[in-house]
């Protein structure tokens, strides 16, 4: 099977849980330390191979599109004030070799409907679905690595998941299946935010796919759910009847940076990562910690 060269990132949402600071600014372009959160995602596909980068947006998306292009007046700026570093961190945004391209997802249909939107640029090749919301740190291979080295094992699709407490199972898409080792599961079933009780498991999908071209054939014979959405789940849940699919435990830490807390503990955890913050970073939180615990 061909080698995985395309991703597809849906970035068409509102962000509606970070209003007001997401009224007029995407929410993938909230940073987290120094780079916006579709920045992260954008690296970890390059980094598993990725030579296209496919963006589903919306209205009042433009900033994405702006921030992954040239700044031609910054630039030159930065070069005229001999500022190096800075030059080369904005040209590495996006590394030489690697396109951009923007599609409009002119109605919120779903997550189905968003990857649908990229089929004419994917055509008939394996590609990631990369959730930006989701960010995943690892120290190794990152995230969609370990799944593409899972694909050229298995030759089908592969998808993303973790455990997650019983509280969290119906808010996310949850598969069943057959384990095959300690980090692949054959997928048997996958049901789209089930209760507790009719789940098959509490393994949730999180946002990263690799995916056969088929599913763009289930996509556009998928019809919309009960809230007039066509979901991704459930073209998966016809794939698995068809081919192979195989769900992928990685290792890593996925922050949801969807939601407010799980943003502010990747701020944190990434500060702390951070070559230029880290020590100055862990000293403040260290003596901010006391003081709370002193009560000052």
């Avoid at 509606?16 to 940073?31: D, G, I, Q, S, V």
């Avoid at 394996?126 to 050229?152: I, R, T, W, Y």
């Avoid at 996310?172 to 996958?190: H, M, S």
Wanted: glycine share 8%.
């Amino acid at each position: 099977m061909a080698r995985v060269r395309k991703a597809v990132f849906p970035v068409a949402g509102l962000g509606t849980r970070f209003l007001p600071a997401t009224k007029a600014n995407p929410k993938e372009m909230l940073p987290v330390v120094d780079k916006p959160v579709v920045q992260y995602a954008a690296e970890e596909a390059v980094a598993a191979g990725a030579e296209v980068l496919i963006f589903i947006t919306g209205r009042n998306k433009a900033p994405i599109s702006d921030h992954f292009d040239i700044s031609y007046e910054l630039e030159n700026e930065l070069e005229r004030k001999n500022k190096h570093e800075l030059l080369k961190v904005a040209r590495e945004v996006v590394p030489e070799g690697v396109d951009c391209i923007y599609i409009r997802q002119n109605l919120p249909l779903g997550l189905g409907h968003a990857v649908n939107r990229a089929k004419n640029i994917v055509g008939n090749d394996p590609f990631f679905v990369v959730l930006p919301d989701d960010l995943v740190h690892s120290n190794g291979k990152n995230c969609l690595q370990q799944m593409n080295d899972a694909f050229e094992e298995k030759e089908c699709s592969m998808i993303g998941v973790q455990q997650v407490p019983d509280r969290d199972v119906s808010r996310y898409g949850i598969i069943g299946g057959e384990k095959e080792n300690d980090r692949l599961t054959r997928v048997t079933e996958i049901v789209e935010k089930p209760k507790l009780e009719e789940a098959p498991s509490n393994w949730g999908v999180i946002g990263r796919y690799l995916l056969t071209p088929r599913i763009f054939e289930l996509l556009d014979e998928t019809r919309p759910d009960a809230g007039g959405e066509i979901q991704l789940t459930d073209a998966i849940a016809r794939l698995i009847k068809e081919q192979d699919v195989y769900a992928c435990d990685f290792e890593g830490k996925r922050y949801d940076c969807g939601n407010k807390l799980g943003y502010l503990e990747a701020t944190v955890e990434m500060a702390l990562e951070h070559p230029e913050l880290k020590d100055d970073f862990w000293q403040y939180l260290s003596d901010f910690v006391d003081q709370r615990r002193n009560g000052e």
